[in-house]
């Protein structure tokens, strides 16, 4: 395959955004079916509300933190499309962070690209900001504070880990990896913690050192006895009080109907109506009388189990651990929309330089499972919704089937990791505490 | 609250003062109840617009006194408390109005996003044809969805920013991802201009078509189908004339002695959830679940670290 300049890439990808969103705005004014998500109609008048000094709650269905709104305010007097060209530059900002992060780990340019390539030239995702979601502002948060622990900025890391968590409830997920990662063998007072290169990912840990299989063990047994550090209370304190003054400021404006729509909401959200989730159908036959305590904790369960078993084997190499407990966190959902696989789409490049996952045929079939499964849900759920044929039964199976596909792609995502921590281990006094041989 | 004192027979001085006062006290409590009569009046003109005009909505009104939609209590607005004096504004002692001529209703589309449809057609008196172009005069349909579809108000918005409808507003229940057992019904009203294009059709007669976007809740459970019925729209025409300074004054068009409802009811039927799924479902849900993140973990617990003896992907 020819090289391809990171350059050219980011200059073509801004520029296809652009006409996208022109053709969407030319699509609106034309045709019936409207280019535009209906999410960007939502957050423009609750915007045009907060311009007027009104609550963007007035707007039905605007579940979201204020911040959303108070970005898009321009749309009221500047243009409609501000909003979409926000969104979209944060997207290209994703690219931008996707291509620094594996450049500081050492990935090749050309590696670095193609990787890119996969968020850039994903059909998802060109079209996810260009239609006016707001997923890839978080998106480019998650990254950027990546990109923080990386470079040793743990405080700044904290301030938009706070600042996500606010917008968006799903990187709660996140702590404990973070706060696991922060341990005192990679951060040292006045030293940058030292990266894991690429280049070392052929390498198996030295034998006069503990495998790093020991070291996870080790590492959770250091973080129970050495749990309270300075950076972790830190990154506590500093992510606590950003998510707490932020949610008290919007408290204090609007009232319990932010609490109500912005995060409560978010927690307690049960829809019976078809979704991908595989709770979808247990919810609606259920709908007419409450759920007992047993039987939340037993949907629950698989979801705790599985978030607390990735964490534990794989924090350490952190970018990987996101990714998975991401397309974990969303298959085993009560509520699985389209626009969620944006927040693991956007950490999959991340992976793919440490992945031994051959294209052909493992690679493809994973793919193609996946989208075969997705494929078959909507075929369904289009016989049900835009025919109104009774096919709630065979929509269940296909939700089934979809959770199985997303199973089989995170099997396949571990099996064929080359696992490296994202940090090296540091002795007392800065130096490598673990080396690596060559085979 | 006409209180009948009962005072004791007994001519004392002190118990005829008694007396006096309580009668004293009796008339003050009257004349505070017709004071708060008065004011609950001119209250309920005020909501109303002012004294025998319309506000922009009619069903607005219904909705300030009322939580749900109850169709008795509807009709009841609609016959005592909704100034119907466009026949006096008119000055017309005859109060010469058009009168529908038929109305047919039907449901099109299939899925859970359908069109409720009515085609209306108004037969009058052609010295009227000018009163009507020239007072600004509308057509209001109000439907009482049944419970089980919805209106989105913003759909309806994007159709009146098209043109499709002069206006258009849902009142009630607003809430789109509530299913029907859990929610309440809604109204639908909706404003169609009388322009002189529609008039200068016909000479005697005038026809509104109107398509209403609608969407299905999900049903309470059943057997595969529920079947949820539509009644008859409630049509009113409302004029802005320029001597009453554009206020609106309105006059009901009674629809029940056309017979195409009558014959036969508007229905839709929308799928269910089928009860005798519940166990199955429920325990595959579980148990799928489980099985999935069971293998995660145990892969998770496998995995090695010397995946470095892998041989690395080259470039």
Request: a neutral charge; proline letters at 5%; charged letters at 15%.
């Given at each position: ?229 300075w950076r972790r209370v830190m990154f506590g304190i500093i992510s606590a009080s950003t998510f707490f ?195 | ?315």
């Amino acid at each position: 395959m020819p090289g391809i300049s990171f350059q050219s890439l980011f200059i073509f990808s801004a520029l296809f955004r652009v006409f996208l969103i022109i053709y969407g705005e030319w699509q609106d004014a034309n045709m019936e079916v409207r280019y535009t998500d209906i999410d960007y109609f939502v957050f423009s008048d609750a915007a045009t509300l907060m311009a007027s000094g009104k609550s963007p709650y007035e707007r039905s269905t605007y579940c979201y933190s204020p911040l959303i709104a108070f970005l898009l305010m321009p749309n009221s007097f500047l243009h409609q499309t501000w909003g979409k060209f926000l969104f979209s530059a944060s997207d290209l900002l994703v690219g931008l962070l996707i291509h620094r992060i594996l450049k500081l780990r050492g990935v090749p340019e050309k590696l670095c690209t193609y990787s890119t390539m996969v968020w850039l030239f994903n059909p998802f995702t060109f079209t996810i900001g260009t239609r006016g979601n707001c997923e890839p502002i978080i998106c480019s948060m998650i990254l950027w504070i990546l990109m923080c622990l990386m470079n040793g900025h743990v405080l700044q890391a904290a301030f938009w880990y706070g600042l996500v968590v606010h917008m968006r409830i799903y990187p709660i997920i996140y702590a404990l990896p973070i706060v696991l990662l922060l341990d005192p063998q990679h951060f040292q007072p006045g030293k940058k913690p030292v990266l894991v290169e690429w280049s070392s990912r052929a390498l198996k840990p030295s034998s006069a050192t503990s495998s790093s299989k020991t070291s996870i063990t080790q590492y959770i047994w250091n973080f129970c006895i050495n749990m309270i550090t300075w950076r972790r209370v830190m990154f506590g304190i500093i992510s606590a009080s950003t998510f707490f003054f932020l949610t008290g400021l919007s408290f204090h404006l609007y009232g319990w109907d932010f609490l109500h729509e912005a995060l409560l909401y978010h927690l307690t959200r049960t829809d019976p109506r078809h979704n991908f989730s595989i709770y979808f159908y247990h919810i609606y036959l259920h709908y007419e009388h409450e759920f007992s305590i047993l039987e939340k904790l037993i949907s629950f369960l698989p979801q705790f189990i599985v978030q607390l078993v990735l964490i534990s084997r794989f924090a350490l190499d952190l970018p990987f651990c996101l990714f998975l407990q991401t397309l974990a966190f969303v298959a085993f959902n009560k509520v699985i929309t389209a626009q969620y696989f944006v927040w693991f789409f956007c950490l999959l490049p991340l992976i793919l330089p440490w992945s031994n996952i051959k294209l052909v045929w493992k690679g493809l079939a994973c793919i193609i499972l996946w989208i075969g499964a997705q494929t078959n849900w909507l075929a369904w759920a289009y016989l049900l919704e835009f025919r109104g044929k009774n096919v709630f039964f065979q929509l269940w199976v296909a939700s089934l089937l979809f959770l199985a596909a997303n199973t089989f792609v995170i099997i396949n995502t571990i099996c064929s990791h080359l696992y490296s921590p994202l940090f090296q281990q540091l002795k007392q006094g800065g130096k490598l505490k673990q080396g690596y041989e060559r085979i | 609250m006409r209180g009948t004192l009962i005072v004791s027979a007994h001519g004392s001085d002190e118990q005829m003062e008694a007396r006096l006062l309580l009668v004293r006290i009796n008339s003050v409590l009257q004349f505070v109840l017709i004071f708060l009569t008065i004011i609950r009046s001119y209250v309920h003109a005020s909501t109303t617009g002012q004294a025998g005009y319309v506000d922009k909505y009619i069903t607005k009104t219904y909705f300030e006194k009322h939580d749900s939609l109850i169709d008795p209590e509807f009709d009841n607005f609609i016959a005592n408390e909704i100034p119907l004096t466009l026949c006096k504004v008119l000055e017309d002692g005859n109060c010469v109005l058009p009168t529908l001529s038929n109305l047919h209703r039907s449901v099109i589309g299939e899925g859970s996003h359908r069109h409720l449809s009515s085609s209306i057609i108004f037969k009058f008196q052609p010295e009227l044809k000018i009163k009507l172009v020239a007072h600004s005069c509308e057509v209001i349909m109000t439907e009482r969805l049944p419970s089980g579809v919805f209106a989105d108000p913003f759909e309806l918005q994007h159709l009146v920013q098209r043109g499709v409808f002069s206006d258009a507003a849902v009142f009630g229940d607003t809430n789109l991802e509530l299913p029907s057992f859990r929610s309440n019904r809604s109204v639908v009203e909706i404003h169609m201009s009388i322009g002189s294009k529609m008039l200068s059709r016909h000479h005697d007669k005038f026809e509104i078509n109107c398509e209403v976007p609608l969407h299905a809740r999900y049903p309470p459970l059943g057997l595969g189908f529920s079947r949820v019925e539509f009644g008859q729209p409630d049509l009113f025409m409302c004029c802005s004339l320029e001597v009453n300074g554009f206020k609106r004054s309105c006059a009901y068009l009674p629809t029940n002695n056309i017979s195409d409802y009558k014959a036969s009811p508007l229905a839709w039927e929308i799928p269910c959830g089928i009860r005798e799924h519940a166990g199955v479902v429920s325990a595959i849900t579980y148990c799928f679940a489980l099985v999935s993140a069971l293998l995660i973990v145990v892969l998770s617990f496998c995995y090695t670290d010397n995946k470095g003896s892998s041989k690395p992907k080259s470039l």
